[in-house]
């Protein structure tokens, strides 16, 4: 346990249907980050936020997801009308960023998501 | 093209024996490389995090190399074990603190 919490860790939901999920960071940590993986590929970046500040979004992040860190502790990923495409593992890290490289990141164990 | 490529795709070993883990990347400039151990659905954990500066840095049987002239890293496993099977991804973190990931080397190890 990395001390990065996701949930829920598996989601089936029919195409069309709204998901959320949420993630909660280690609490120090300042930074934290969302990526989607699917199987057999390295995860992709989706977006990062800086406390509550959301600094990147990937293209891969269509205006169907949203994520917020309203307090700058835990985050929430939202996508609307599920596609089937969307069926991956979606993953949350965080970081606590002291302007040095090498911090480590930590990950939580994913949200699972199947859209039927 | 990714710019992070891992090589071979897959690899299967007898338990005791040594590999090698290749990873070349494109990043640039970066921050630092990492080597994750991802077991098959969970979240990646950190090996290994080298800055540009350093060459070489050891975590138990894991032993990470770094040459940043020629943009390659390696992974090296020392006497694996059944435990060792995973999927191992090389990570490469620009100047923009962004995370660009390889697809990662399947790795089985075998009794």
């Known amino acids: 346990d990395t001390g990065v919490s996701q949930n829920p860790r598996h989601k089936i939901t029919k195409r069309g249907q709204n998901v959320t999920f949420r993630c909660d960071p280690i609490s120090e940590h300042n930074r934290l980050y969302w990526y989607r993986q699917t199987l057999g590929q390295g995860p992709e970046f989706l977006t990062y936020?800086?406390?509550?500040?959301?600094?990147?979004k990937s293209r891969l992040l269509s205006d169907r997801f949203s994520a917020e860190r309203p307090k700058g502790s835990f985050s929430t990923l939202e996508i609307q009308r599920t596609e089937q495409g969307d069926s991956a593992m979606y993953l949350c890290?965080?970081?606590?960023?002291?302007?040095?490289?090498?911090?480590?990141?930590?990950f939580g164990e994913g949200s699972w998501l199947t859209v039927v | 093209k990714n710019q992070v490529e891992q090589s071979p795709q897959s690899l299967i070993i007898l338990e005791g024996k040594n590999c090698t883990l290749q990873c070349n990347y494109t990043v640039s400039p970066f921050s630092n490389l990492r080597w994750y151990k991802q077991d098959t659905g969970r979240g990646p954990v950190s090996l290994t995090i080298m800055t540009f500066s350093e060459n070489t840095k050891s975590n138990g049987r894991y032993t990470a190399t770094l040459d940043a002239d020629t943009k390659q890293s390696s992974l090296h496993i020392t006497a694996s074990q059944l435990s060792d099977s995973a999927s191992y991804i090389c990570?490469?973190?620009?100047?923009?603190?962004?995370?660009?990931f390889g697809a990662g080397t399947i790795l089985r190890v075998k009794s």
């Open positions: 890290a965080s970081s606590l960023s002291t302007g040095l490289s090498g911090n480590t990141i930590y």
């Open positions: 936020f800086q406390n509550e500040a959301q600094l990147e």
């Open positions: 990570v490469v973190i620009d100047h923009g603190n962004k995370l660009v």
